[in-house]
């Protein structure tokens, strides 16, 4: 049974920068395309990032991009999310997600395993 576990997340202050991490057992990493969702609290879930299977294309969110980074190291099953100049609206939880197609979806009802998620907090 495939598994995925998040970890890293903290609170820090506005400009910071943080990483988290998803590990993946129970499979093999290199069969899946991965991403990141985070939900803040009393909103929806939103898409983050997305890497495909061979890790050769990633997606990013318009309200991150140039500040987050997925990336993925097959050979230790393990998925990241690095996360610079931290901003009040980053506050959530942050789930990784996984999926058996090559380039992965933004959409949450189109994935089939995800993690139980893992808080990142901004201070104020």
């Known amino acids: 049974q495939v598994q995925l576990v998040e970890s890293g997340g903290r609170l820090v202050q506005a400009g910071d920068s943080l990483r988290l991490s998803c590990a993946l057992s129970?499979?093999?990493?290199?069969?899946?395309?991965m991403g990141w969702f985070r939900q803040a609290p009393g909103k929806e879930r939103e898409f983050v990032a997305r890497?495909?299977?061979?890790?050769?294309?990633?997606w990013h969110a318009d309200s991150v991009k140039g500040r987050f980074t997925i990336s993925r190291e097959n050979a230790k099953n393990s998925v990241y999310l690095q996360m610079n100049i931290l901003k009040p609206e980053d506050t959530g939880v942050y789930f990784c997600?996984?999926?058996?197609?090559?380039?992965?979806?933004?959409?949450?009802?189109?994935?089939?395993?995800w993690g139980k998620g893992t808080l990142v907090t901004l201070s104020s």
């Open positions: 997600t996984g999926d058996m197609s090559a380039f992965g979806s933004s959409q949450p009802d189109d994935l089939y395993y």
């Open positions: 890497i495909s299977r061979s890790g050769g294309a990633t």
């Open positions: 129970g499979g093999t990493l290199s069969f899946y395309a």
